[in-house]
C-alpha cells in the first residue's frame, strides 16, 4: 500500500476516534443537562410546594393573631365591665353608709324640732301669750333638701320607666309596647330585638 494511503488511513482513524470521544462527550453533556433540568423541574415543583405552604401559613398565622388580638379586646372588655361593676357597689356601699347616717340625722332634726317645739309651749305655759314664730331651717339645709328630693324623684321615674319598658320588650309579641309612653317605645323595640337576638345565639351555642 502506498505511503499516502497508510497515512491517510491512520488519520481517519485518528478522526474517527475524536468523532467517538466527541460524541461521548456530547452524549454526556445531554445527560447532565437532561440531570440539571430534572433536578431543576424537581427544585421549581418544591419551591412552589414551599410558597403555597408559607402562604398558607401565613393566612393561618393572620388569622390566630386577629383570634387572638379579639380575644384580648374581649379579656379587656371584661376586665372593664368587672372594675366598673366593682366601683359601682364601692360607691352604693357608701352611698348606703350615707343614707344610713341621713337617717340618723332626720331623726335627730325631727327630735330637735319637737324639742324647740316643747320650748315653745313652755315659754307661754310660763306667761308670754305673745306669738312666736319658730325660724325656718338653714337656707343651705333647704337648698340642699330640695336638691336631694328633685334627684330622688328623677332616680324613681328613671328606673319605673325601665321596668316599664323591659316589662313591654317582654310582653307576649310585644304588645304592650305601643301602651308606653312615645319617648319609651323605641327604645322598647330595641330591647325586644336585643332579647330576640340572644334567644337565638343561646339556641345555636346549644
Given at each position: 500500500?502506498?505511503?499516502?494511503a497508510?497515512?491517510?488511513?491512520?488519520?481517519?482513524?485518528?478522526?474517527?476516534?475524536e468523532?467517538?470521544?466527541?460524541?461521548?462527550?456530547?452524549?454526556?453533556?445531554?445527560?447532565?443537562?437532561?440531570?440539571?433540568?430534572?433536578?431543576?423541574?424537581?427544585?421549581?415543583?418544591?419551591?412552589?410546594?414551599?410558597r403555597?405552604?408559607?402562604?398558607?401559613?401565613?393566612?393561618r398565622?393572620?388569622?390566630?393573631?386577629?383570634?387572638?388580638?379579639?380575644?384580648?379586646?374581649?379579656e379587656?372588655?371584661?376586665?372593664?365591665?368587672?372594675?366598673?361593676?366593682?366601683?359601682?357597689?364601692?360607691?352604693?356601699?357608701?352611698l348606703?353608709?350615707?343614707?344610713?347616717t341621713?337617717?340618723?340625722?332626720?331623726?335627730?332634726?325631727?327630735?330637735?324640732?319637737?324639742?324647740?317645739?316643747?320650748?315653745?309651749?313652755?315659754?307661754?305655759?310660763?306667761?308670754?301669750?305673745?306669738?312666736?314664730?319658730?325660724?325656718?331651717?338653714?337656707a343651705?339645709?333647704?337648698?340642699?333638701w330640695?336638691?336631694?328630693?328633685?334627684?330622688?324623684?328623677?332616680?324613681?321615674?328613671?328606673?319605673?320607666?325601665?321596668?316599664?319598658?323591659?316589662?313591654?320588650?317582654?310582653?307576649?309579641?310585644?304588645?304592650?309596647?305601643?301602651?308606653?309612653?312615645?319617648?319609651?317605645?323605641?327604645?322598647?323595640?330595641?330591647?325586644?330585638?336585643?332579647?330576640?337576638?340572644?334567644?337565638?345565639?343561646?339556641?345555636d351555642?346549644?
Amino acid at each position: 500500500m502506498p505511503p499516502d494511503a497508510t497515512q491517510l488511513i491512520a488519520d481517519l482513524a485518528a478522526l474517527e476516534e475524536e468523532l467517538a470521544r466527541a460524541q461521548s462527550r456530547l452524549h454526556s453533556g445531554q445527560q447532565e443537562i437532561e440531570e440539571l433540568e430534572k433536578r431543576k423541574a424537581e427544585t421549581e415543583g418544591t419551591v412552589v410546594l414551599a410558597r403555597r405552604a408559607i402562604s398558607d401559613l401565613e393566612r393561618r398565622l393572620a388569622e390566630q393573631r386577629e383570634v387572638l388580638a379579639r380575644q384580648q379586646r374581649l379579656e379587656e372588655a371584661r376586665d372593664r365591665l368587672a372594675q366598673a361593676v366593682a366601683d359601682r357597689d364601692a360607691a352604693a356601699t357608701r352611698l348606703a353608709a350615707t343614707a344610713e347616717t341621713l337617717l340618723v340625722q332626720l331623726d335627730e332634726l325631727s327630735s330637735m324640732g319637737e324639742a324647740m317645739t316643747t320650748a315653745r309651749q313652755a315659754v307661754h305655759a310660763a306667761g308670754d301669750r305673745r306669738t312666736i314664730e319658730l325660724p325656718r331651717e338653714p337656707a343651705e339645709l333647704r337648698e340642699a333638701w330640695g336638691r336631694l328630693i328633685e334627684r330622688i324623684r328623677a332616680d324613681l321615674g328613671n328606673q319605673l320607666e325601665q321596668e316599664l319598658l323591659e316589662a313591654a320588650a317582654r310582653s307576649p309579641f310585644g304588645n304592650a309596647i305601643r301602651d308606653l309612653p312615645a319617648h319609651l317605645r323605641a327604645a322598647a323595640r330595641e330591647r325586644r330585638a336585643a332579647l330576640h337576638h340572644q334567644a337565638v345565639s343561646q339556641a345555636d351555642a346549644d
